[in-house]
């Protein structure tokens, strides 16, 4: 490890306080605070001293992320073989997902990364290590089969609207990895919502039926898989959203870490299981029908709600706030599902509505404290009567 520090710190030296390349110091820095803990500390103002970075903490999401990106990678060549009839094994799959996933994941990387970079080299700064975690998200919520040149314009959307235009990491108000998929839906709808891209195609594309279990509803049309099956993962989507087991491995280790909030989880769970019953009583259309406990397992919801609802910049702040925000991310999402033929998803809009009220109601939390604490107060010092 010496060697590399030596190695870094001789590659640095050119981009040091003033010396020639000193504007280009926070790209150089970026490669550097990647592979070593920083060699500095904070010196004045009021800071909370912990051993717990930026740093630290996105790489906990993303082993977070891991386990059901893995089968996500399995589950793209299951359906590809699965549904072409052709006979395979567990590595066949693994090895066609990641021909599908990886190149997907080094464009998000890439343009992301590189906008960021310069922005950095812009304006001053250094690279901060949110994009790690955004990175990854982005290819996982997207269909397989989606070009590679609508993945990168969509990140530099997101990157550049949602998080570099309100002042980069920490000031976003929307959800980055969420926008670049907004993005995608409304640009290129087809390629989004078509039931055809859910699985990566084959030769004999003619014969393949890759729509979502939820777009299946939608049209009208019989679910054919089981609950198991559901909850598993092993049916078209999104590549790693499809798996409720594998994103409860991922929530266990948030919470277990206190990285995500288990308030916004619950809250999300118990919003939607409610609405989902009540709509259960009613029954007008397929997706009403569709069982309450279905709706939790099925399409991106445990996902959305475990990775993307718990964001800590875009969501609610407070203690309450999470609990109000959780709740109507849960609400809106089958609200959306159930009348919005045209996208049936439901989630992904939710989590982005949810984004732009949190503020307000943590406002409204906070000023709820503050009445709350002033009644208490008045009533010590008014004397009895």
């Known amino acids: 490890m010496n060697f590399i520090r030596q190695r870094i710190d001789a590659i640095k030296k050119p981009f040091g306080k003033g010396q020639k390349w000193e504007r280009f110091a926070p790209a150089v820095n970026a490669f550097d605070t990647f592979l070593f803990v920083p060699n500095h500390t904070t010196q004045k103002g009021a800071h909370i001293?912990?051993?717990?970075?930026?740093?630290?903490?996105?790489?906990?999401?993303?082993?977070?992320?891991?386990?059901?990106?893995?089968y996500g990678v399995y589950n793209t060549g299951y359906q590809y073989f699965i549904q072409s009839g052709l006979a395979f094994t567990f590595w066949d799959a693994m090895l066609h997902g990641?021909?599908?996933?990886?190149?997907?994941?080094?464009?998000?990387y890439g343009v992301g990364l590189a906008i960021e970079f310069a922005f950095a080299v812009y304006r001053g700064h250094e690279v901060n290590e949110g994009y790690l975690v955004t990175g990854l998200l982005v290819p996982m919520i997207m269909p397989v089969d989606i070009p590679l040149w609508m993945v990168g314009l969509s990140v530099a959307f997101a990157v550049f609207i949602a998080k570099e235009a309100f002042g980069g990491t920490g000031m976003n108000i929307l959800n980055p990895a969420l926008t670049a998929r907004a993005f995608a839906f409304f640009a290129y709808p087809t390629y989004m919502s078509g039931n055809k891209v859910w699985v990566s195609e084959a030769s004999n594309v003619d014969g393949i039926s890759g729509e979502t279990v939820l777009g299946s509803?939608?049209?009208?049309?019989?679910?054919?898989?089981?609950?198991?099956?559901m909850f598993v993962g092993a049916i078209p989507g999104s590549i790693a959203e499809t798996s409720t087991l594998w994103v409860l491995v991922g929530a266990a280790i948030l919470i277990l870490t206190g990285?995500?909030?288990w308030r916004i989880m619950v809250g999300g769970v118990l919003g939607a299981a409610v609405t989902a019953f009540l709509f259960n009583l009613w029954g007008a259309n397929a997706l009403m029908s569709f069982d309450w406990t279905n709706h939790?397992?099925?399409?991106?919801?445990?996902?959305?709600?475990?990775?993307?609802?718990?964001?800590p910049v875009s969501a609610a702040q407070t203690t309450k706030g999470k609990w109000i925000y959780g709740l109507l991310v849960g609400v809106f999402c089958?609200?959306?599902r159930v009348f919005n033929p045209a996208y049936p998803e439901g989630v992904m809009l939710a989590i982005l509505l949810m984004n732009v009220f949190a503020p307000t109601i943590d406002h409204y939390v906070v000023e709820g404290n503050i009445k709350r604490r002033k009644k208490r107060l008045n009533a010590t010092l008014t004397p009895a009567t």
Do not use: C
Request: glycine share 8%.
């Open 49 to 70: 001293r912990d051993g717990v970075d930026l740093k630290r903490t996105m790489v906990t999401v993303i082993i977070a992320l891991l386990p059901a990106f893995i």
């Open 98 to 108: 990641a021909l599908k996933i990886m190149p997907m994941v080094a464009v998000s």
């Open 217 to 229: 509803l939608a049209a009208g049309n019989d679910v054919s898989y089981s609950m198991f099956d």
């Open 259 to 261: 990285v995500g909030s």
């Open 296 to 311: 939790l397992i099925v399409g991106g919801f445990a996902f959305g709600v475990v990775f993307m609802a718990t964001d």
């Open 334 to 336: 089958i609200l959306i």
